[in-house]
């Protein structure tokens, strides 16, 4: 069985990391979206807020599955039994970071290949960052997130306030 691990930290999950999971479950017998606790990063929503949220929208993907992790991602893909790491590409901008991340788990367990993914145009400039200054700022997200993530956002900053 080809086991693929789609990791982030999906803070919140984007249709743009929508849009690879469901390309990545066309290419694998099962993937599982590994969503990182990234203490480090701060995040806005909790890890089983994020895990949460990610398994709701994954969940007409049959051959899909999210799973929580902490630790390094070579170790949680050795639990999972999982061979490849898939991670989506967007502008240059990423490239670099991604490429870096690659090669450090290249060389951290040579069994794990990564594997890029474009994406596609409409999705090439969405991050969860951009989507969580737009959400915060009450502007609207309906078109970057799927809807529970909208209302989860909505919930999170509140309504926008009068004036
Ligand atoms: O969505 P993100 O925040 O860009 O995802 C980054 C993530 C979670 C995939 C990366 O930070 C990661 O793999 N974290 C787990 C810890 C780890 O293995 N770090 C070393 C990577 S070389």
């Known amino acids: 069985m080809k086991r693929a691990l789609t990791p982030g930290t999906f803070d ?14 066309q290419l694998f017998d099962e993937v599982i979206v590994s969503v990182a606790a990234s203490a480090g990063k701060n995040p806005l929503f909790a890890l089983g807020e994020r895990t949460a949220l990610a398994r709701e929208v994954t969940a007409h993907l049959p051959n899909v599955r ?12 050795r639990q999972m039994d999982a061979q490849v790491v ?22 951290l367990d040579r069994g794990i ?17 951009v989507v969580r200054e737009i959400a915060s700022l009450h502007g609207d997200v309906d078109l970057f997130v799927p809807p529970v993530v909208a209302d989860a956002l909505r919930r999170r900053f509140g309504a926008a306030e009068q004036s």
């Open 113 to 129: 290949e990564t594997m890029f993914i474009m994406s596609p145009p409409q999705y090439m400039y969405l991050s969860s960052s």
């Open 12 to 25: 919140p999950i984007t249709s743009g990391h929508l849009d690879i999971i469901t390309r990545a479950a």
């Open 86 to 107: 898939i991670k989506g590409l967007r502008a240059i901008t990423d490239f670099e970071y991604e490429f870096q991340m690659a090669a450090l788990n290249e060389q």
């Open 66 to 77: 999210v799973e929580p992790f902490s630790g390094m991602l070579v170790d949680f893909a």
